[in-house]
């Protein structure tokens, strides 16, 4: 059996695509800039789209985590996060020893496998299920934070889960 590969880096981002719906906007918006004095001003909207959709990512090494935004960046060791927190529309968000919580651009629950690879063993993988002895032996492993919901959770509807 072939040994698994695991990368050195992953880069959760949007896709540079989308920079093209940013053009198709300004196409779109030209007869209404030049309508009257002023509304030129909307092309600021597909520049800022464009800007944001080239600058927010997130990074994932063996050092840890780099959370980029439009005009921040943050470094994220792994020794500084306690776990993960999963949203409800599929997103993620890292919880700090603290108890802050730092939104991960462009990272979704189907990223938590390959995001636990390159962790190198300090997040867990939610798709891997363990032995009740192993859970026992390290309980820092499972903590609530850092699972994701069973595929049972996940097609029930919110009213369905609200009335258990």
Known sequence: MAEQQVPSRLVFRTP???????????????????AAPGLVAVYLIPLAFM?????????ADAGGLVVRQ?????????????????TKRAGV???????????????RVRHLPALALVSGGRLDDPTVTRDDDQADADPARTEPAATAPTAPEQERSEPERRAE
Do not use: Y
């Open 93 to 107: 968000r890292a919880v700090l020893d603290d108890g802050a919580e730092v939104p991960l651009p462009s990272v």
């Open 70 to 86: 439009v005009l921040t960046s943050r470094a994220l060791p792994w020794t500084a996060l306690k776990g993960l927190r999963l």
């Open 16 to 34: 540079s695509v989308a920079v093209l719906a940013a053009f198709l906007f300004a196409i779109g918006a030209t007869p209404v800039a030049f």
């Open 51 to 59: 800007v944001w959709v080239l600058r927010v990512r997130t990074t």
